[in-house]
Structure formats: C-alpha cells, structure tokens
C-alpha cells in the first residue's frame, strides 16, 4: 500500500472512530435518561424533537452557553487539565480495538483496526490509569473539600478495582497467549467466545469495569447525596461536560472492551452461512460488535438503575477481600487447567 | 398476632408484616448475584409496563363535575350584567378576597346591566381566593359562579388581581361560559325556596 492511501485510510478511521465515539457518548445521555425513565415507569426526555431525540443537541448547547466559573482559590492551570485529560484519555482508548476485521477494496486490504499493537492489552491498561489523573488533578485543583473527598475516593477505588481487574486479564492472556486485541477478537470465532472459557474471569472484569467507569453501584466519587456531586463538584458549564462525556466514554469503551475480551467481538457464529461476500461479512462483524456494544451500554445502565450504592468499606471489602483472591484463585485454576497433561502425568508415573 | 401483642409493639396495619430476624447469610445470599439478578428482573419487568404518565399539554386528566376554578360573572339571556353589587359574595367570601363599588344604572343602560344597581368594579385577588365556592352559593342573582377553567400563572402578583375585564363573561353566544355543570337542576330547585334561610 502506497503511504499516502496509508496515511488517508488511517486518518479516515482515526477520525470515523473518534465521531462515532463522541455521538455514542452524546446519545448515551439521552438514553440514560430514557432508560431511567422507561425502568421507573415513566417516559423520560420527549420533548426536544420527536421522542426528545434532540434532547442531548439541547444539552449540548446549554452546556456551551452557561456562565463559566473558576473559582478564586483553585489552581488555574490543572482545573482546565483536569476535564481535558480525562476526556482525552478516554478518547484514546478506542485505538486499539477492533471494530471489524477488514474491509477490501481496489486489491488492497484495509484493516477496520487503528493500531494492532502487540501489546494493545498493556496500553489499554496504561490509559486507563491515567484516566484517574483527571478525576484527581480536577478534583485537587478546585479547592474544596467535597472536590477532593471525591478525587480521593475515585482514585482509591479505581487503583483498588485495576488491580483486581489487571489479573483477571492475566488468566485471559495466559488462555489466549496473546497480549494483541485484534488477535484476542480473533482467536473467537464461532463460538470460542471467551466467556465460555474464562466465566470467572468475566464476571471479576465485568464488575471492575464498573467500578473503573464510576458508574452505579460504585458510584461513590460522585454520589450526590454525600458530596455534592463529587470530583466535579465545581466545575460548571462545558468542563463539567467534559467530565459528564468522558465518563460516557469510558462507558461505552468498557462496553466495546468486554465484548471484544469475552463475548466474540466482532465475532458471530453461523453468520457465515448467510454471508459469502467477505466485505459483506466484515460489515455484519461490525454491525455484531456494535450490537453487543449497545446492549453492554444498556446493561450498565440498567444495573445503574436497579442497584443501590455500596457503602465505601464495602467496596474496599468487596475489591480486596473478594474479588482479587478470587481473580488469584481463577489464574490457578487456568493454570491448572492448561498445564492438566503434564500434572496427570505426574501423578501416574 | 399474639406474640406482637404480647411484645407490646404497635398492631400492625396488614398481615405482611415480617419480623425482622438478623442471622447468618448462607452462601448462596452471600454471593449477592441471585439477588441482583432477580432484582434486575424486577426492573426489567418495569420496562414495558403502561406508562401512568399525562402528557400535560396536549393531553389532559378530566375534572371532577364539580370542580371549582376561576370564577366568571354571568350575563342574562340579551346580555346584561346580572351582578347587581349586593355584596353578599364579598361578604360570604372566607378569605376576604372579593372587593366592588357599586353603582347607579343610567338611562339607556338597560341593555348592559339588568337592574338599575350594578358593579362599577369588580375584584377577585386570586391569590386570597380559596376557590371554596362561598359566594356563588351566596348570589341571589345567579351573578357568579366557578367554572373548570384553571387561574393562569403570572410573573406578578398584581397580575392577580382579576378585574371585570377577565370576570364577566362575553356578550357573544360562543363567549359564554358554560356553568350547567354548576348549576344543576338541583340546585335551581333549592335556591327557589324562600323558607330556607340561605335564599332569603
């Protein structure tokens, strides 16, 4: 391939992939809200448009146009990196996914992954724990204990649930023997699904991811009852959407991260059979991740609106006491179960 | 039932009230994932239930028959004020919120007022007002009466000061106010008897 297709095909992507996340995050307000409402037996935003389909346009721009303050006491400087880190971080995280495999035109083969870096479980990890940067640096700089009780409790907790997290992704590298995410998605065709091989490992990832993205019920550095809102607890107008964003985001790149780790990816079983055409399949595969995506996003937002909050020592409790033993305990047993040859022979000689 | 009440606790108010035991959770309640399970199902069910919602504007819930909003004043069958400033409305009223002047019909002025005293003005502080419908049940002239129409907010309080200009109802037959919904047949009957002391 030529380099400057190179570098168009890239740029294309590049930016398709960051639209694409940012109207997912936009409407994922929009359906948050409607799904609150649709759970607790009312109707949610109708207004703005038909079934208030422009209700995050509005949001949007009542964001842009409220009045912008800083306060006094707050250092300057990091209150603005603050929201931008953690929208930028959340951005970068969409690099390393697969959202197909790839797509043939013209004789050449155009991969539908940014970047298939080798060790694209390593960065995904590296980005994620600068994302708590955001959360503490905004919540230091605004001054005010509140902000900061909130940064504290994020980052605590996000460090707590990562370590939990990181090794149930250990048992999945050692399954998968790989740490490339395009090889991970890969590796699932049919009905390899990873959760089928590693359920434990899901579950474990599963719950951290929702302690990583702040959301419900580990939604302790933002609760409103206690904290006034929490890390942003200061911030107004569009740093505070900022915030709001990239916490949808994460959402949606944790959505697009647990289906791409355990449930196929872009992977469809039998799909196959109906679709011949590989770029025709390359489109479905698409159309399949962004499906599981949908209903991860729904899933979350669905526990959000079922669950009550923990208590904060029960979520130290629940993340060091429970699930990172049981994360050391599925590493075992993968080990186990992978090296089941040898240990038999051991015990017959 | 026997032991509650030998506890001396309060009676409970239906039969499904447990007494609340603090013992050991078994493994399968410790695990918390059936619990969130069966709780997320609860939800879930919620999601395609009918919707209690009225969606104001467009749609609005009916009110009851004798439902009393803000007050219109009446006009005759050739469009004359029935209103002749008695006062006994104001007098009637509990909240003190109705306030007149009085005044002499003149010459040539049969067509606007029916008898020849007649309210110059005509107030109602809507804010006082307790819509308890006191005076429509005072006015011997069948002058007043509370319709099912809703007072509309304002942005001032002076705004709520209705004058005869928002009060009496329009000359024209589809400017007039429909009150057969307040003034029953019923109560025609009961205001034309003279022997009960509220009609003399």
Request: some cysteine.
């Amino acid at each position: 391939m030529a380099l400057e297709t190179y570098i168009i095909y890239k740029l294309i992507l590049v930016v398709l992939v960051f639209a694409i996340t940012m109207v997912i995050a936009m409407y994922s307000t929009y359906a948050e809200r409607k799904v609150a409402g649709f759970l607790q037996d009312r109707l949610g935003p109708n207004r703005a448009g038909p079934f208030g389909i422009l209700q995050p346009v509005a949001d949007a721009v009542k964001l842009f146009m409220k009045e912008e303050t800083i306060p006094s006491v707050s250092n300057k400087t990091l209150f603005i990196i603050g929201p931008a880190l953690s929208l930028l971080t959340a951005c970068m995280t969409g690099v390393v996914i697969p959202w197909g495999t790839s797509l043939s035109f013209f004789g050449e083969n155009f991969s539908l992954q940014i970047a298939d870096v080798n060790i694209g479980i390593l960065y995904l990890f590296g980005v994620v724990s600068i994302g708590v940067y955001g959360i503490m640096i905004g919540g230091w700089a605004s001054n005010n204990k509140y902000s900061l009780l909130g940064a504290i409790r994020a980052s605590s907790q996000m460090i707590s649930y990562e370590v939990a997290m990181g090794l149930s992704i250990i048992a999945l590298i050692m399954t998968t023997g790989t740490l490339s995410v395009g090889e991970i998605a890969a590796q699932q065709h049919g009905w390899h699904w990873n959760i089928l091989i590693q359920p434990l490992g899901a579950l474990i990832f599963i719950v951290c991811a929702f302690a990583e993205t702040n959301r419900a019920p580990f939604d302790l550095p933002e609760c409103e009852q206690e904290l006034v809102g929490g890390y942003h607890t200061e911030y107004s107008s569009m740093k505070m959407g900022f915030y709001l964003f990239a916490e949808y985001i994460n959402m949606f790149i944790s959505a697009t991260v647990i289906s791409t780790f355990y449930f196929g990816g872009y992977n469809m079983p039998f799909i196959g059979r109906f679709v011949h055409d590989p770029n025709w399949l390359a489109l479905c595969g698409v159309a399949f991740l962004f499906a599981k995506i949908f209903f991860g996003i729904f899933f979350f937002m669905w526990v959000r609106w079922t669950l009550p909050r923990f208590r904060y020592d029960q979520l130290m409790n629940l993340g060091w006491k429970v699930l990172i033993p049981l994360s050391i305990l599925n590493i075992v047993l993968t080990g186990a179960w992978m090296m089941r040859h040898e240990i038999l022979n051991v015990f017959i000689k | 039932m026997y032991l509650l009440s030998k506890k001396r606790t309060m009676q409970p108010l239906t039969n499904r009230s447990k007494v609340v035991v603090k013992k050991e959770m078994s493994l399968y309640e410790k695990i918390y994932l059936p619990a969130i399970i069966s709780g997320m199902m609860i939800t879930f069910s919620h999601f395609f239930r009918k919707k209690p919602t009225i969606q104001y504007p467009e749609q609005k819930r009916e009110f009851s028959g004798t439902y009393r909003g803000q007050h219109v004043l009446k006009r005759d069958e050739i469009g004359a004020e029935r209103c002749t400033a008695c006062g006994l409305c104001a007098v009637a009223c509990p909240a003190e919120a109705i306030t007149m002047i009085a005044g002499e019909r003149k010459k040539g002025e049969e067509k606007l007022y029916r008898e020849e005293k007649y309210a110059v003005n005509y107030e109602i502080n809507m804010l006082r007002c307790i819509f308890c419908g006191d005076c429509e049940d005072a006015c011997p002239k069948e002058a007043i009466f509370l319709t099912d129409r809703m007072v509309k907010p304002e942005n001032n309080r002076g705004s709520f000061f209705y004058g005869k200009d928002i009060l009496v109802e329009g000359v024209e037959k589809e400017k007039r106010i429909d009150i057969s919904r307040r003034q029953t047949a019923e109560v025609l009957e009961f205001k034309k008897h003279k022997e009960f002391d509220h009609n003399r």
